[in-house]
């Protein structure tokens, strides 16, 4: 099972300076409309390669537009070995309506 964290949730992770690794798992033309400042990203379809760039003992929190393709890479993480995985609940489209208004949608 999935942790599912909410866009407030992240926020407030964001706002106390708490150690973890937003990892944005969209194509790189859906970046260019909007993305959250610091994520890394790994475009889904890379991740079974790339996976060695994230450290299984860090704290990783997967974000798409939606929810769905990050909730695919949260549960390839944990298969992985991965133990502490969130899935941002919504993405970043939940991030602009909730969090920060002014982002370009799509």
Same mark, same amino acid.
């Given at each position: 099972?999935? =942790?599912?964290?909410?866009?407030h949730?992240?926020?407030?992770?964001? =706002? $106390?300076?708490?150690?973890?690794? #937003?990892? =944005?798992? %969209?194509? $790189?033309?859906? #970046?260019?409309?909007?993305?959250?400042?610091?994520?890394?990203?790994? @475009?889904? /379809? *890379?991740?079974?390669? %790339?996976?060695?760039? #994230?450290?299984?003992? &860090?704290?990783?929190v997967?974000?798409?537009?939606?929810? !769905?393709?990050?909730? %695919? $890479? &949260? *549960?390839?993480?944990?298969?992985? !070995?991965?133990?502490?995985? +969130?899935? #941002?609940?919504?993405?970043? *489209? $939940?991030? +602009?309506? /909730?969090? =920060? @208004? !002014?982002? &370009? %949608?799509?």
């Open positions: 099972m999935i =942790d599912q964290l909410s866009v949730d992240l926020k407030k992770k964001f =706002d $106390a300076g708490e150690k973890f690794v #937003l990892v =944005d798992v %969209r194509q $790189a033309n859906e #970046l260019d409309i909007c993305k959250i400042a610091g994520a890394v990203h790994i @475009p889904l /379809h *890379e991740l079974t390669q %790339r996976v060695n760039e #994230l450290d299984p003992s &860090a704290e990783i997967m974000q798409c537009h939606h929810g !769905g393709r990050s909730q %695919r $890479a &949260a *549960e390839f993480l944990v298969a992985q !070995g991965f133990r502490n995985v +969130a899935n #941002l609940a919504g993405g970043i *489209e $939940a991030w +602009a309506v /909730h969090i =920060d @208004p !002014g982002m &370009a %949608r799509y």
